[in-house]
C-alpha cells in the first residue's frame, strides 16, 4: 500500500473509533484491501487492533487505534507535505547520464560499486 493510503487510514481512525467496515466506507476502498492495509500497519506498529466488547453474538468487531508511532507517522508525513521537491532539469540529466553510466559498466561485467571505490583511491592518491 502507498504511504497516503496508510496517512489517510491513520487520519480516519485518529477522529474517531472506527471498524474495518467503517474504514472501508470512508475510504471508499474494498473491504479485503483495508484488512491487509490494516494487518501490515498493525506489523509496523503504526495502528492497534482491539476486539470491542459486546454481547452480541457472532464475531466482535476489530476497533482501529493509531499508536504513538503511527501519530509520528502521520505528523512526519503532513510535514513532508509542504516541503517541495527541488529538482531542476541539470539535475535530472546528469542523473540519466549517471544511470547511462552504470548501465554500460554492469553490461561490461563491472560492478560499480567497485568502480566507485577504485576511483576514490585515484582521487585521494592524488
Do not use: C
Not at 501519530?71 to 508525513?77: E, I
Not at 554500460?104 to 576514490?120: T, V
Amino acid at each position: 500500500m502507498s504511504i497516503e493510503a496508510k496517512a489517510q487510514t491513520l487520519a480516519a481512525v485518529k477522529r474517531e473509533q472506527l471498524g474495518v467496515r467503517e474504514l472501508s466506507r470512508i475510504m471508499q476502498t474494498r473491504t479485503q484491501t483495508i484488512v491487509s492495509l490494516i494487518k501490515r500497519m498493525n506489523a509496523e506498529g503504526l495502528v492497534d487492533l482491539k476486539p470491542e466488547k459486546t454481547h452480541s453474538k457472532g464475531r466482535p468487531r476489530l476497533i482501529i487505534s493509531a499508536t504513538a508511532l503511527g501519530d509520528d507517522y502521520l505528523d512526519t508525513y503532513h510535514r513532508l507535505l509542504g516541503k517541495p521537491l527541488r529538482s531542476s532539469r541539470n539535475d535530472l540529466l546528469k542523473a540519466n547520464r549517471d544511470a547511462e553510466y552504470v548501465d554500460r559498466l554492469i553490461s561490461r561485467g563491472k560492478d560499480p560499486y567497485e568502480a566507485f571505490l577504485e576511483l576514490n583511491v585515484v582521487v585521494r592518491d592524488s
